[in-house]
């Protein structure tokens, strides 16, 4: 009786084993995304990237055009009352070295920007009057500010900047007070970047 009892036992403990076995088989077998091997090492396998993770990367990956030291910089200045383009060609300042166009355009906002890479940018602006207006950079009221050589309808002040003369140095000051003269826009535009910079 007690032999019948655990052959009984054994019969049910293999149907089940059976049982299990063939459950597991179908679910593989039915299932075409996975084969028996990667259920096996389910566990032990990296998570696949997902699209997003893809694009980030190749986000990263894209390098941003920034101005370099090398980076040849060309200002074209058109005027308007002789219809004259002026052109220079410089190293970039100090400044501007790492930015990218979104940032050149940010700050020079009255420039069009007309090329960004990496060897050339090229920045257009157009300016009043004449390239050949004369003028005379100095101080008003504790700023530095710009004036006509000869005096135009009448007024001699063209403009007062933001910068006060006492943010600069002892040297500049002087130069300031003394008076520079200066020839064409564009070279008053320049001197005045960087005194505004």
């Given at each position: 009786?007690?032999?019948?009892?655990?052959?009984?036992?054994?019969?049910?403990?293999?149907?089940?084993?059976?049982?299990?076995?063939?459950?597991?088989?179908?679910?593989?077998?039915?299932?075409?995304?996975?084969?028996?091997?990667?259920?096996?090492?389910?566990?032990?396998?990296?998570?696949?990237?997902?699209?997003?993770?893809?694009?980030?990367?190749?986000?990263?990956?894209?390098?941003?055009?920034?101005?370099?030291?090398?980076t040849?910089?060309?200002?074209?200045?058109?005027?308007?009352?002789?219809?004259?383009?002026?052109?220079?060609?410089?190293?970039?300042?100090?400044?501007?070295?790492?930015?990218?166009?979104?940032?050149?355009?940010?700050?020079?906002?009255?420039?069009?920007?007309?090329?960004?890479?990496?060897?050339?940018?090229?920045?257009?602006?157009?300016?009043?009057?004449?390239?050949?207006?004369?003028?005379?950079?100095?101080?008003?009221?504790?700023?530095?500010?710009?004036?006509?050589?000869?005096?135009?309808?009448?007024?001699?002040?063209?403009?007062?900047?933001?910068?006060?003369?006492?943010a600069?140095?002892?040297?500049?000051?002087?130069k300031?007070?003394?008076?520079?003269?200066?020839?064409?826009?564009?070279?008053?535009?320049?001197?005045?970047?960087?005194?505004?910079?």
């Amino acid at each position: 009786m007690k032999r019948l009892a655990a052959a009984i036992i054994l019969v049910l403990l293999g149907a089940v084993v059976l049982g299990v076995g063939a459950y597991f088989s179908y679910g593989i077998f039915n299932n075409p995304s996975q084969k028996p091997e990667q259920l096996a090492n389910t566990a032990l396998l990296p998570e696949t990237p997902k699209d997003t993770d893809i694009e980030a990367n190749n986000i990263k990956e894209e390098e941003i055009v920034k101005i370099k030291p090398y980076t040849k910089m060309i200002y074209e200045y058109y005027y308007k009352d002789d219809r004259n383009t002026e052109r220079s060609e410089e190293e970039p300042p100090h400044f501007m070295i790492g930015k990218t166009k979104e940032e050149m355009e940010i700050t020079f906002d009255q420039w069009e920007i007309v090329k960004f890479t990496e060897e050339e940018v090229i920045m257009r602006r157009q300016m009043e009057g004449s390239s050949a207006q004369n003028y005379i950079v100095g101080v008003q009221d504790g700023y530095v500010a710009v004036f006509y050589n000869e005096a135009i309808d009448g007024a001699k002040i063209k403009e007062i900047t933001d910068t006060p003369v006492s943010a600069l140095p002892e040297d500049e000051r002087q130069k300031l007070l003394d008076g520079i003269s200066i020839s064409g826009e564009e070279a008053l535009m320049r001197l005045l970047e960087d005194y505004t910079s």
